[in-house]
């Protein structure tokens, strides 16, 4: 996860660990410094550069697991492939393509896991192309993450099938602070102020909140009620004159964004009158970008975050900390450096708390370093006789928990 040459995409994540920043930055290249060692056969220490109440939800990830030693060195780069992969869990990998997966249950395996799914298989669809599916039976699960587009399928009153987790991921409007134009904070802070967020909660689905206080969501401890700039127009029109700018306004996300793309693009055009331009593009564009990561022109746009592990310190650090591998706006303030140093560094959870707390008023109320929109509710529609399913934020269920019924 943290060799500087083929690092993990959650690499930062994993600097809480003694001299794993220091690795994966080439400031040492001692890798048995790292903090983590075996002490005996069935014992790991870990040693951290700060306190770290998360740190179990950060074991408990797919890339934090254990790895085979023996198929790894068996191997090499082909170890995981499914013919030769090594399985602790209670599926395998039956097969795999660009659009689905699918999990057969290990015949071998003597866990604990209670239930009784023979077979999963996973795939990717378009909101309202899995519905029908659904509704005839053939499939037992919608799992919906990352969208607004819940309204697609729950047009009216939320459907009795539907497990809605709590407000646990964030999305926002993000700024390139790397480029003049989107630099400017007083730009931001016009921009800011220029957000209806009455016009928002017109057009949010029931899987969406409108955000009105910090980037940490309301379902995580750290949560910043009432921080976001308030909708003021004349404020906002004060800033942009500060700002100096004259151009035209952008505004871009991916297509699943777009009622909220085009709601907050007309709330800038009528404040700012003039034009706003919306840019939007599917998934699968997003995804051919850029291999392995996601890169676009766009100096604005909107996008979201969701909890890797649930703790303010994943939002706030990984985002905006200066050495942050995941800081892709670029917003680099030492001030903030340090106050979410101090927050890592407290050993009280009030002061703690406390002190991310004062981390995201700073960067969302003082530089706005983004602009909070709405907060997001995971949610699964669930056939009735699919037991044992639960919704959170990023980590769900676990298929091998789940209990299918005989359907009468």
Known sequence: MLDPQSPGSSVAIYFVLENGQD?????????????????????????LVAPAPYFMSVMNRPDAGPQPQHAIEQ???????????????????????????TLRRRSDYSGWRSGNVAEVELYRSAIADALPNYEHGETDLILVRYTPRLADLMPGAVRPDALLGPASWSAYVRFDHTDPTSGNIDLRRALAHAVDRE????????????????????????????????????LARDYLARSGFDGELELAGMMVWDSILETVAASWQEVFGGSVAVRSWSWREDEAMNVGGRVDSANVRVTGWLPGYADPEYFLRLLFQSTSRTNEGGFADPAFDVLIERARQERGDRGRLERFHEADRYAVADRVAVIPL????????????????????????SFADVTVEPVR
């Open 75 to 101: 191997h090499r780069e082909g170890w995981t492939d499914p013919a030769v992969q090594v399985v602790s869990g209670a599926f395998a990998v039956e097969a795999r393509t660009d659009e689905s997966v």
């Open 374 to 397: 709405v907060y997001g509710r995971s949610t699964a529609f669930v056939q009735p006789y699919v037991r044992g399913w639960w919704e959170f934020g990023k980590t769900s269920a």
């Open 199 to 234: 016009a928002l909660a017109a057009v949010c689905p029931a899987n969406l909140v409108v955000a009105t206080g910090g980037v940490v969501p309301p379902a995580l401890q750290g949560h910043t009620p009432d921080i976001a700039l308030r909708y003021d127009p004349d």
């Open 23 to 47: 690795y994966y930055l080439s400031q040492t290249n001692d890798a048995d410094s790292i903090g983590v060692r075996a002490l005996d056969d069935r014992t790991v220490e870990f040693r």
